[in-house]
Antibody, heavy 121, light 111 residues
Framework: QVQLVESGGGVVQPGRSLRLSCAASGFTFSNFAMHWVRQAPGKGLEWVAVTSYDGSNKYYADSVKGRFTISRDNSKNTLYLQMNSLRVDDTAVYYC??????????????WGQGSLVTVSS | QSALTQPASVSGSPGQSITISCTGTSSDVGDSEYVSWYQQHPGKAPKLMIYDVNYRPSGVSNRFSGSKSGNTASLTISGLQAEDEADYYCSSYTRSSINWVFGGGTKLTVL
């Protein structure tokens, strides 16, 4: 069965960096696009970034462009999100989600349980 | 990118049907085959309920159905059950800017 397990969350000061990881299993990781989606406390869902199946295409929400970097290691079945210059409004649960097709399109068909990132001084 | 518009809350009694609307623009919902719906119980991850406007993933009850007309998508839940009480989010892919937008979420209460 498809499993996505996020890690790397925690409390960080504004302006600092953090890297999230998402370990995938139960499917051929290299055949699917992968996303990060976040949810601020008590708020709705916000799409953050996507990488195509081979990492050749990456797209970002305007709110994180230039600060966050999505990447993947298909040999390790792992997705990453490098978050730099963190702001208080980046505080959220970060979910990794599998894309329904290999390319930067489609839907989010499986989700991890999420990793909480708290940005606070 | 503006969020899609959903009602903040809907309610219904067990056995009844409810419909949740999701209104976007001609650049997202109106132009996308990738409109989807997600169910989220408190403290849990979202779960895909409808994809590509009106398809159900394996394992999702046929009480859930989706449709789209113009810039508005809809999720209908028939034969409401207590376990359907949750937050529901719509989402649309935007091909012109290659991003995804979500609705603000609708809290479904089963009376």
């Amino acid at each position: 069965q498809v499993q996505l397990v996020e890690s790397g969350g925690g409390v960080v000061q504004p302006g600092r960096s953090l890297r999230l990881s998402c370990a995938a299993s139960g499917f051929t990781f290299s055949n699917f696009a992968m996303h990060w989606v976040r949810q601020a406390p008590g708020k709705g869902l916000e799409w953050v970034a996507v990488t195509s199946y081979d990492g050749s295409n990456k797209y970002y929400a305007d709110s994180v462009k230039g600060r966050f970097t999505i990447s993947r290691d298909n040999s390790k079945n792992t997705l990453y999100l490098q978050m730099n210059s963190l702001r208080v409004d980046d505080t959220a649960v970060y979910y990794c989600a599998r894309g329904s097709i290999p390319f930067a399109a489609g839907n989010f068909d499986y989700w991890g349980q999420g990793s909480l990132v708290t940005v606070s001084s | 990118q503006s969020a899609l518009t959903q009602p903040a809350s809907v309610s219904g009694s067990p056995g009844q049907s409810i419909t949740i609307s999701c209104t976007g623009t001609s650049s997202d919902v109106g132009d996308s085959e990738y409109v989807s719906w997600y169910q989220q119980h408190p403290g849990k991850a979202p779960k895909l309920m409808i994809y590509d406007v009106n398809y159900r993933p394996s394992g999702v009850s046929n009480r859930f159905s989706g449709s789209k007309s113009g810039n508005t998508a809809s999720l209908t839940i028939s034969g409401l059950q207590a376990e359907d009480e949750a937050d529901y989010y719509c989402s649309s892919y935007t091909r012109s800017s290659i991003n995804w937008v979500f609705g603000g979420g609708t809290k479904l209460t089963v009376l």
